[in-house]
């Protein structure tokens, strides 16, 4: 049982930063891409960045050279900051792991209860 707890969300102006933070627990040993994901009000939830286990990136469109997303495998954690803020960014923000190696298995898709960043303009 692998678990994923998001935070750093709140509120920001326009032109603003925040971090978040994606803490995973549950006897992990290696996970192996983590990514962000977002769903706005109505919208459907779309990816906004990935990472895989040796570091390397990729990023939606609409977040490229101001979104950054990096991990720190002996905390199980998975960080996105973000930069020069728009109010098209707001949304709830989810952390995923695609595979996770534990001390009694594998674990698929798991998915963090999200937080909310929202950007006033």
């Known amino acids: 049982q692998v678990q994923l707890v998001e935070s750093g969300g709140g509120l920001v102006q326009a032109g603003g930063s925040l971090r978040l933070s994606c803490a995973a627990s549950?006897?992990?040993?290696?996970?192996?891409?983590a990514g962000w994901y977002r769903q706005a009000p109505g919208k459907q939830r779309d990816l906004v960045a990935r990472?895989?286990?040796?570091?390397?990136?990729n990023y939606a469109d609409s977040v490229k050279a101001r979104f950054t997303i990096s991990r720190d495998n002996a905390k199980n954690t998975v960080y996105l900051q973000m930069n020069s803020l728009k109010p098209e960014d707001t949304a709830v923000y989810y952390c995923?792991?695609?595979?996770?190696?534990?001390?009694?298995?594998?674990?698929?898709?798991?998915w963090g209860q999200g937080t909310q960043v929202t950007v006033s303009s």
């Open positions: 995923k792991a695609d595979k996770v190696r534990t001390t009694w298995g594998y674990e698929y898709n798991t």
């Open positions: 549950g006897n992990i040993l290696s996970i192996n891409v």
């Open positions: 990472i895989t286990s040796s570091g390397y990136t």
